[in-house]
């Protein structure tokens, strides 16, 4: 499979076809699911290295995850799949992401055979950075210890990178969706550097909120979505269009079996169906709520709305990848 350029970014889908551009580049190697800040501080050290070597800094991953192959239904909450891995990883500035396809099959590969099919052999890279928890190849025996001892080896640099704390815990990507999973969208933006969004295309609904006079856009929600069931105060990206808006996941007066992320965009009428619309969570509203009759439901909603614009009209806390990303400016 060949890679696609983006704007300079660079995107393979596995190793088969590496251009020239890529082959010699400095290289991530993780899950990444999140790209969160502990992920950040791997990457920042992988831009300065390739900086002072001349080379490219890549990202190499993996779709889907490994715990998604093992594990049984439900599939574990992913915070981004390979498509938004991607969109944080050009923000960042890095030069191109490789999203390696993982199966069982591709599980069983050896860890020195690793290192050397793909490390060596594909990519021929100049260095490796990895977070400290990091391992690889078959019964995960591919340890930092052990990669190293492959650089040695083979003639690449290899940096091994403690996790980063936040209070007295390492950030992790289970303990965003754990946050995530109660709604405190606000402490997840803390351990992620940038506020959470989702992304999708546009999609017909139940029109119920037409009908009820509170047009949305609707996501689909992906398998094993974990966001608390609430009301959001959110900001829409549409193209290079920002649009505030309040936001519902969970539908307790209707059908509630896997119910879609639903936007009311303020002050929007268009048809966007078939459109790709994110959405990052700026703040949480309230938990959901099982109303006795419409009427309730829809001066809920409207004090929703109230209030998820005073959220949005507060001052928020905005990192320079929340800019990079599209969602401030």
Not at 230 to 249: E, K, N, Q
Request: aromatic letters at 10%.
């Amino acid at each position: 499979m060949t890679g696609t350029i983006l704007s300079g970014f660079i995107r393979l889908s596995g190793l088969d076809h590496v251009p020239d551009a890529l082959k010699g580049a400095m290289v991530a190697i993780g899950n990444f699911d999140g790209c969160h800040r502990g992920h950040q501080h791997v990457f920042r050290a992988l831009k300065a290295r390739a900086a002072a070597l001349g080379v490219p800094a890549l990202v190499l991953t993996f779709e889907p995850h490994p715990r998604d192959v093992f594990a049984p239904e439900p599939f574990m909450f992913r915070l981004t799949h390979a498509d938004l891995k991607a969109r944080i990883a050009e923000a960042l500035g890095l030069d191109g992401i490789v999203v390696m396809p993982f199966s069982r099959g591709f599980s069983q590969i050896e860890a020195e055979d690793f290192v050397t099919r793909f490390l060596v052999g594909a990519l021929a890279v100049r260095g490796v950075e990895v977070g400290g928890d990091f391992h690889f190849g078959y019964q995960r025996k591919g340890t930092p210890d052990f990669l190293r001892e492959a650089g040695r080896r083979h003639g690449f640099e290899v940096g091994i990178l403690d996790m980063l704390d936040e209070g007295d815990e390492h950030i992790s990507s289970s303990r965003i969706r754990a946050l995530l999973a109660e709604g405190n969208v606000a402490g997840a933006a803390q351990l992620l550097g940038y506020h959470w969004f989702v992304s999708g295309e546009v999609v017909h609904g139940d029109q119920r909120g037409r009908e009820l006079g509170f047009p949305t856009a609707n996501i689909a929600a992906p398998t094993g979505f974990g966001l608390q069931q609430g009301i959001y105060a959110v900001r829409a990206r549409l193209g290079g269009r920002l649009l505030d808006g309040v936001a519902s996941h969970g539908k307790p007066m209707f059908n509630n079996e896997r119910p879609p992320f639903e936007t009311w965009i303020f002050d929007f009428d268009e048809d966007i169906y078939g459109e790709t619309l994110e959405v990052a969570l700026l703040g949480h509203v309230r938990g959901q709520v099982k109303f006795s009759s419409l009427d309730e439901l829809i001066a809920a909603v409207n004090n929703d709305a109230g209030e998820a614009r005073r959220q949005l009209q507060a001052a928020l806390p905005v990192s320079e990848l929340d800019r990079a990303l599209g969602f401030f400016r």
